[in-house]
Nanobody, 119 residues
Framework: QVQLVESGGGLVQTGGSLRLSCAVS????????MGWFRQAPGTERTFVAA????????TYADSVKGRFAISRDNARKLVYLQMNRLKPEDTAVYYC????????????WGQGTQVTVSS
């Protein structure tokens, strides 16, 4: 199993950028597909982006395509979410997740980091 710790959240104005990081410890990092999810107050947690074990395949929610980019550094055991052209509706707690499975069933979760976009 793995342990995940997110960082990089904060307050940013509309149109600004943030980069979230997720540090992974425990099991062999390259065994895991990695993803980012988010949860706004009063809503369910939703998928944002995912990246394959080696990093060659990425998937995005329609709401963030063209603005967000997920990447990973297997040597440093880090996953990133670069968020550009942020909108107030991007405000949420962002969670890093890991899985050895296919699809959107993730097994391991970080504690989350708050992103707030002011209008």
């Amino acid at each position: 199993q793995v342990q995940l710790v997110e960082s990089g959240g904060g307050l940013v104005q509309t149109g600004g950028s943030l980069r979230l990081s997720c540090a992974v410890s425990g099991d062999t990092f390259s065994r895991y597909r990695m993803g980012w999810f988010r949860q706004a107050p009063g809503t369910e947690r939703t998928f944002v982006a995912a990246i394959s074990k080696i990093g060659g395949v990425t998937t995005y929610a329609d709401s963030v395509k063209g603005r967000f980019a997920i990447s990973r550094d297997n040597a440093r055991k880090l996953v990133y979410l670069q968020m550009n052209r942020l909108k107030p509706e991007d405000t949420a707690v962002y969670y890093c997740a890991a899985t050895t499975k296919v699809g959107l069933s993730f097994d391991y979760w970080g504690q989350g980091t708050q992103v707030t976009v002011s209008s």
